[in-house]
């Protein structure tokens, strides 16, 4: 079992919709975790981080995390083209793991 | 702040031939990590360093150098390309390595090995 697993996508929602990421993570992984946009040819940039269960809100996004099922989900509401990049779900446990990336599109 | 910065940000090698990855970051970060990136797939560490003058592998090494003989400064050596280690490289740095701490991601290169 990979460390961090994600649905590759593409994930496709309309203007001012919510998109929901979702993540799966191991055992061996279980500190912290992270949410990471990237835009094509571009570096990531972090935008969310959750340490213990439950919501995190932080503007548009909320970051969810259930270590019991070994999940962790981003939400974006009212999405916004500009959100259209890959998003990298990542955990920490002595290194940084991340996932393959869920590619979202967001379409106006 | 420059923060991470990289360099070149585009190579092409031909197979055989040998380079070194530039990265240098200007935060006093102790930690400082070499990532590279496969198309369609995550990032996968090759090697990291807690500081200057230690350095440790990561998921995947074979096939690559490091040094870190100074805090700022992480070069990434190739010595022997092949088509395999055709890739974009990331460098990162954090200032202490804890697991609730972010990366700060350089721009990226990109390398082609024909």
């Not at chain 2, 807690?50 to 995947?60: C, F, H, L, N, S």
């Not at chain 2, 092949?82 to 701490?101: D, L």
Request: charged share 15%.
């Amino acid at each position: 079992q990979k460390e961090v697993e994600q649905n590759s996508g593409p994930l496709s929602v309309p203007e001012g919709a919510i998109a929901s990421l979702n993540c799966t993570y191991s055992d061996r992984v279980s500190q912290s975790f992270f949410w990471y946009r990237q835009y094509s040819g571009k570096s990531p940039e972090l935008i969310m981080s959750i340490y213990s269960n439950g919501d995190k809100e932080d503007g548009r996004f909320t970051a969810q995390l259930n270590k019991a099922s070994q999940y962790v989900s981003l939400l974006i509401r009212d999405s916004q083209p500009s959100d259209s990049a890959t998003y990298l779900c990542a955990a920490t446990f002595n290194q940084f793991y991340f996932g393959t990336g869920t590619s979202l599109t967001v379409i106006p | 702040n420059a923060g991470v910065t990289q360099t070149p940000k585009f190579r092409i090698l031909k197979i055989g031939q040998s380079m070194t990855l530039q990265c240098t970051q200007d935060m006093n970060h102790n930690y400082m990590y070499w990532y590279r990136q496969d198309p369609g797939m995550g990032l996968k560490l090759i090697y990291y360093s807690v500081g200057a003058g230690i350095t440790d592998k990561g998921e995947v090494p074979n096939g690559y150098n490091v040094s870190r003989s100074t805090t700022e400064d992480f070069p990434l050596r190739l010595e022997l390309a092949a088509p395999s280690q055709t890739s974009v490289y990331f460098c990162a740095s954090s200032y202490s390595g804890r697991p609730n701490e972010k990366l700060f991601f350089g721009s990226g290169t990109q390398l082609s090995v024909l």
